[in-house]
């Protein structure tokens, strides 16, 4: 309850600040028109929610079809005066360090958060927060019960100041306590705008054999989906959030049939996990493709391919238009949010080769054709 009091204080000091001086000791505007600098105050709508991880691209995405973009580990002006005159917000990542976790359960600890992550949000002319934290948490632990209320409180707090700002959370592909991560999903739901769904790294704690398979699966994914359904979390709160990269396996053995053997890695209690292979953005999958074929694993719903390096075997899986719409148009039917992905930066937008620059055509055309209300 204290923390309440010590939060309602400081949404009642910034807002008297606000009305104060309607000048507010926000920094000038650095945008080419002022009207740019002021948050978007589109009411709920379909979403097309971008992972933007460099500050020298985002140009290049289809803006008709962007909604909000998370500056995930970087700050640029540009970018957000450019989203805010297309109409699209721009939003902070929100993070807990690993080392903060155990502080989750002190009201000072998250006041102190939500006053650092308000103040940043005022000063560079932004819309909200995507809150990524994906530190394990286990079912007992007050940390459970203190990141609820951190999401709370920031949620309250962020629209209390604007109403129109977006408070979204990220979510594991399923809520089964995935890598340890056993959080209150339901009130998380509740406590924000949205959930981020991120359908990837479903491999990251392999308990059957250990062997390479699909990053997104189709039948994992929307099993995902129809858990988080059945915990009474509405559709129109779940943005699906999709990978637009693909992992990267050593094979130790690759067999007739294509399965391919990797090396034990554990992760979280798990023997096995994805953790043998690496990420890698859509445009190398593309330049690692070019010597070998496309393969389609129908029961996974996803392509790969075999390659060599070194010597050595890889095989590659990953999503493509095809995987995609299988899950976009599931998305879609199902009235989802929306759709995501991480992240907006895998293509390849400085290719002057016409056959890559399709590549990264077809990847934003095969996103749903939401109309985009402003
Ligand atoms: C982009 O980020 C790089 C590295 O952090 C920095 O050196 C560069 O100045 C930035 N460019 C822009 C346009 O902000
Ligand atoms: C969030 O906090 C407010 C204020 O304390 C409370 O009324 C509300 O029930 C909380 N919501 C959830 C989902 O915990
Ligand atoms: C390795 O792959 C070969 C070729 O398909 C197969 O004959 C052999 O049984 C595999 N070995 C193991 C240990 O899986
Ligand atoms: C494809 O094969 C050519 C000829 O063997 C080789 O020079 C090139 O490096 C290969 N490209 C990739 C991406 O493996
Ligand atoms: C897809 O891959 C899995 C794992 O390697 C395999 O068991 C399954 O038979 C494959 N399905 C098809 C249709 O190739």
Same mark, same amino acid.
């Given at each position: 309850?204290?923390?309440?009091? =010590?939060?309602?204080?400081?949404?009642?000091?910034?807002?008297?600040?606000?009305?104060?001086?309607?000048?507010?000791?926000?920094?000038?505007?650095?945008?080419?028109?002022?009207?740019?600098?002021?948050?978007?105050?589109?009411?709920?709508?379909?979403?097309?929610?971008?992972?933007?991880?460099?500050?020298?691209?985002?140009?290049?995405?289809?803006?008709?079809?962007?909604? %909000?973009?998370?500056?995930?580990?970087?700050?640029?002006?540009?970018?957000?005066?450019?989203?805010?005159?297309?109409?699209?917000?721009?939003?902070?990542?929100?993070?807990?360090?690993?080392?903060?976790?155990?502080?989750?359960?002190?009201?000072?600890?998250?006041? &102190?958060?939500?006053?650092?992550?308000?103040?940043?949000?005022?000063?560079?002319?932004? &819309?909200?927060?995507?809150?990524?934290?994906?530190?394990?948490?286990?079912?007992?632990?007050?940390?459970?019960?203190?990141?609820?209320?951190?999401?709370?409180?920031?949620?309250?707090?962020?629209?209390?100041?604007?109403?129109?700002?977006?408070?979204?959370?990220?979510?594991?592909?399923?809520?089964?306590?995935?890598?340890?991560?056993?959080?209150?999903?339901?009130?998380?739901?509740?406590?924000?705008?949205?959930?981020?769904?991120?359908?990837?790294?479903?491999?990251?704690?392999?308990?059957?054999?250990?062997?390479?398979?699909?990053?997104?699966?189709?039948?994992?994914?929307?099993?995902?989906?129809?858990?988080?359904?059945?915990?009474?979390?509405?559709?129109?709160?779940?943005?699906?959030?999709?990978?637009?990269?693909?992992?990267?396996?050593?094979?130790?053995?690759?067999?007739?049939?294509?399965?391919?053997?990797?090396?034990?890695?554990?992760?979280?209690?798990?023997?096995?996990?994805?953790?043998?292979?690496?990420?890698?953005?859509?445009?190398?999958?593309?330049?690692?493709?070019?010597?070998?074929?496309?393969?389609?694993?129908?029961?996974?719903?996803?392509?790969?391919?075999?390659?060599?390096?070194?010597?050595?075997?890889?095989?590659?899986?990953?999503?493509?238009?095809?995987?995609?719409?299988?899950?976009?148009?599931?998305?879609?039917?199902?009235?989802?949010?929306? =759709?995501?992905?991480?992240?907006?930066?895998?293509?390849?937008? %400085?290719?002057?080769?016409?056959?890559?620059?399709?590549?990264?055509?077809?990847?934003?055309?095969?996103?749903?054709?939401?109309?985009?209300?402003?």
């Amino acid at each position: 309850m204290r923390s309440w009091c =010590v939060t309602a204080a400081l949404v009642c000091l910034l807002a008297g600040a606000v009305l104060a001086w309607p000048a507010p000791p926000q920094p000038p505007c650095p945008c080419a028109q002022p009207e740019w600098c002021n948050p978007v105050k589109t009411p709920p709508r379909k979403e097309v929610f971008v992972f933007a991880v460099r500050n020298d691209t985002w140009k290049h995405y289809d803006w008709d079809k962007v909604t %909000t973009v998370v500056m995930f580990g970087f700050y640029s002006e540009e970018l957000m005066c450019y989203a805010h005159s297309k109409g699209a917000r721009v939003v902070l990542k929100g993070d807990v360090k690993a080392s903060d976790v155990a502080h989750l359960p002190d009201p000072l600890f998250r006041d &102190d958060w939500v006053i650092t992550q308000v103040a940043l949000m005022l000063k560079q002319h932004m &819309d909200g927060i995507n809150i990524d934290i994906e530190q394990a948490i286990p079912a007992g632990d007050p940390a459970r019960d203190g990141l609820t209320a951190l999401v709370n409180e920031t949620t309250f707090v962020f629209h209390a100041i604007n109403s129109a700002s977006q408070v979204t959370f990220d979510v594991a592909w399923s809520p089964d306590c995935i890598d340890g991560r056993c959080y209150d999903v339901v009130n998380i739901a509740k406590s924000c705008d949205f959930l981020f769904v991120m359908s990837y790294d479903e491999r990251s704690q392999i308990t059957g054999p250990c062997v390479a398979s699909a990053n997104s699966a189709l039948e994992t994914t929307l099993g995902g989906y129809q858990e988080y359904l059945k915990l009474g979390i509405p559709a129109d709160q779940l943005v699906m959030g999709v990978p637009w990269y693909g992992y990267d396996y050593p094979c130790l053995n690759l067999s007739k049939d294509d399965v391919c053997s990797i090396k034990k890695v554990p992760f979280r209690g798990a023997p096995c996990s994805d953790a043998a292979g690496r990420q890698v953005d859509y445009k190398d999958i593309m330049r690692l493709m070019r010597n070998s074929s496309r393969r389609w694993n129908d029961t996974f719903k996803s392509p790969y391919f075999n390659f060599q390096e070194g010597g050595q075997t890889h095989q590659m899986w990953y999503d493509d238009p095809q995987s995609l719409q299988y899950k976009y148009g599931w998305a879609v039917k199902q009235g989802l949010r929306g =759709v995501g992905m991480w992240h907006g930066d895998t293509l390849d937008y %400085t290719t002057t080769d016409p056959k890559v620059k399709k590549q990264t055509q077809e990847m934003w055309d095969s996103l749903p054709k939401y109309h985009k209300k402003s």
